[in-house]
């Protein structure tokens, strides 16, 4: 099982970047999926998730209308676009995929990919 995550990268603030995570392994359509982030010095952190069953997309408030997390099950892929980005967003960002959408919140996913550094200039 592999989630492989990629699109991190350097923005100015006010800009936008798009990650994605392609899994391998596993088919993530029967899957809770979810972003979380981990700035220097700081424990990582849920950023959005979204449920294995009805689909249902949850934030960290500091997310909530700036991020937007997507699945494409067709694609085996789990999105998250980020606009407005700000410096305070600077971190890697990890993905997950969980079998329990609140054990996966909590940080607590079955699987983990590995990060991408987002890097956010002011």
């Known amino acids: 099982v592999q989630l492989q995550a990629s699109g991190g990268g350097l923005v100015q603030a006010g800009g936008s970047l798009r990650l994605s995570c392609t899994a391998s392994?596993?088919?993530?359509?029967?899957?809770?999926v979810g972003w979380f982030r981990q700035a220097p010095g700081k424990e990582r952190a849920f950023v959005a998730a979204v449920g294995s069953k009805r689909g249902t997309k949850n934030y960290t408030d500091s997310a909530k209308g700036r991020f937007t997390i997507s699945k494409d099950t067709a694609q085996n892929t789990v999105y998250l676009q980020m606009n407005s980005l700000k410096p305070e967003d600077t971190s890697i960002y990890y993905c997950?995929?969980?079998?329990?959408?609140?054990?996966?919140?909590?940080?607590?996913?079955?699987?983990w990919g590995q990060g991408t550094q987002v890097t956010v200039s002011s």
């Open positions: 392994g596993l088919t993530l359509a029967n899957y809770a």
């Open positions: 997950a995929a969980g079998l329990h959408d609140i054990r996966l919140r909590l940080g607590f996913p079955e699987y």
